[in-house]
């Protein structure tokens, strides 16, 4: 995980206005040089590229405006080696040269802009200012990945490191290993106090509509065991998008979205069945019987039965108990919004048989309430 010395480090680049004017012509380094200093950055000159490499090697420089036709190496190689060995510093080409061709290559080779003398102020200022602005972000946004990366890396490294421990103690009491479970699944869950019982309520919903569906009592009890490890991919979600009480950007809901496949990923591999099958639900629970689901957009019945299954059981949950951005909807209410997406979001015989079960839902709906027990069923 990110130490505060870390961060502190990282703040320090992202906030770093040193700029270096590497020109071999000393009055465009001192009409440049002075231009960027009137405006608040500090700044540093170099003749040619040895001179710029010892500069960077000294301290770390946030710009290089670098002219291109230098004696010795020129500007566009030393630019391309430059980024490769100081990632955190951006460059910006000058040049006598109004070419197309020229200019393409500068970009080409990762240069933010391209200016040709003689300029106008306003125009170096501009793209300077771009150049930071355009740096500041990819490297916020490559901070975030290697962030979430680390989260993802940690988390996952301490649940394999449990589920290892589970496939080594299949041989225990039945109960132990469904406990095993239970608490496996509430660490990627803990976080949310409103999903306290979710885990619960869903695997019997779960198991009801497989029995009710007419599967063996093994495979019904091996559904029931597997599906509270359908959300343990939000292990790797980020709190800040987990725990949002609004409405999710596009951007968070990718990121959110990515739960199905870390789930996956965390719990395939295994010979043992119980962890197959909870794959399998943790990978296909949010696709849609249209196809128009994620994370693969699996249509009908290519959806494996236990996902078709977890998917109505987990959105019936969703509707039927409170959450920071909904009341708890009454088990009428709730029926009502699913089969408007009978055929839809969901299978629609399996729907069917899910809402023929009023009287069980309502007993497994009560018994794991988050809060005291009551009935769903609306008052006349």
């Not at 590497?22 to 440049?32: F, G, N, S, W």
């Not at 496939?167 to 990627?188: D, H, P």
């Amino acid at each position: 995980m990110q130490t505060l010395r870390d961060r502190t480090t990282h703040q320090a680049l992202l906030d770093n206005r040193n700029i270096l004017v590497v020109d071999d012509e000393e009055p465009i380094r001192r009409l440049i040089g002075y231009l960027l200093q009137t405006h608040g950055y500090t700044v540093d000159f170099a003749a040619d590229a040895r001179e710029a490499r010892e500069k960077l090697d000294e301290q770390p420089f946030a710009l290089m405006l670098c002219d291109v036709n230098m004696p010795g190496e020129s500007g566009m190689d030393l630019v391309r080696n430059i980024l490769a060995e100081h990632p955190h510093t951006a460059a910006i080409m000058v040049t006598g040269l109004d070419s197309s061709v020229l200019a393409n290559a500068a970009l080409d080779v990762g240069a933010f802009g391209y200016i040709i003398k003689p300029f106008e102020s306003n125009e170096v200022l501009i793209d300077v200012a771009n150049a930071l602005r355009r740096r500041r972000l990819e490297m916020e946004n490559r901070l975030h990945r290697e962030n979430l990366e680390d989260v993802v890396r940690t988390r996952t490294v301490a649940l394999q490191q449990a589920l290892d421990w589970l496939e080594r103690s299949e041989k225990e009491l039945r109960l132990s290993r469904e406990e095993t479970i239970q608490r496996l699944a509430i660490a990627a869950e803990f976080r949310d106090s409103s999903t306290a019982q979710h885990i619960q309520r869903m695997s019997h919903y779960c198991e009801l509509l497989a029995r009710k569906s007419g599967m063996s009592p093994e495979r019904c009890d091996l559904i029931r065991t597997a599906s509270p490890m359908h959300d343990i991919g939000k292990i790797g979600t980020p709190d800040h998008v987990l725990l949002k009480p609004g409405k999710f950007t596009q951007e968070e809901f990718n990121v959110i979205a990515q739960h199905a496949e870390i789930g996956y990923r965390i719990l395939s591999g295994s010979d043992a069945e119980l962890l197959k099958v909870a794959a399998v639900i943790a990978w296909t629970h949010h696709e849609r019987f249209d196809g128009s689901g994620y994370p693969r957009g699996l249509k009908g019945e290519a959806i494996p039965v236990e996902g078709r299954i977890a998917s109505i059981a987990d959105a019936f949950d969703a509707l039927t108990t409170q959450r920071v951005y909904k009341p708890a909807f009454d088990l009428c209410h709730a029926f009502e919004l699913m089969l408007k997406h009978r055929g839809k979001h969901f299978d629609p015989e399996l729907l069917d048989v899910f809402i023929a079960s009023t009287d069980e839902l309502t007993r497994i709906h009560d018994q794991y309430a988050d809060r005291s027990p009551r009935s769903m069923i609306p008052e006349s």
